[in-house]
């Protein structure tokens, strides 16, 4: 059964600093696609950041771009998502995800594999 587990979300303060992670379980992630959506409360699923399977394409969101990084460990079956100098607005559910292709990687319905989300508080 192929399973993401997203891990590090927290409480932090405005300015500070958090590290998602996601382990992947039944998938060897080094073939796939991945990728950091955040949802807060009221909006839709959105793209942070995403990662092609070689690190050499990479993408994100305007909202983060120089604040957030994507990372993979392929030997650990890991992704991650360092988050700095957070926002109030950075709060949400932060999910990983899996795909196979880099077409539409910013449409949260070509991802057929999801983690269950963590949540991230930022308070002001």
């Known amino acids: 059964q192929v399973q993401l587990f997203e891990s590090g979300g927290a409480l932090a303060q405005s300015g500070g600093s958090l590290r998602l992670s996601c382990a992947g379980s039944g998938l060897a992630l080094r073939h796939y696609i991945m990728a950091w959506f955040r949802q807060g409360p009221g909006k839709e699923r959105e793209l942070m950041a995403v990662?092609?399977?070689?690190?050499?394409?990479?993408h994100y969101a305007d909202s983060v771009k120089g604040r957030f990084t994507i990372s993979r460990d392929n030997a650990k079956n890991m992704v991650y998502l360092e988050m700095n100098s957070l926002k109030p607005e950075d709060t949400a559910v932060y999910y990983c995800a899996a795909k196979a292709t880099w077409e539409s990687v910013r449409d949260a319905g070509t991802y057929p594999n999801w983690g269950q989300g963590s949540q991230v508080t930022v308070s002001s």
């Open positions: 990662t092609n399977q070689w690190r050499s394409l990479s």
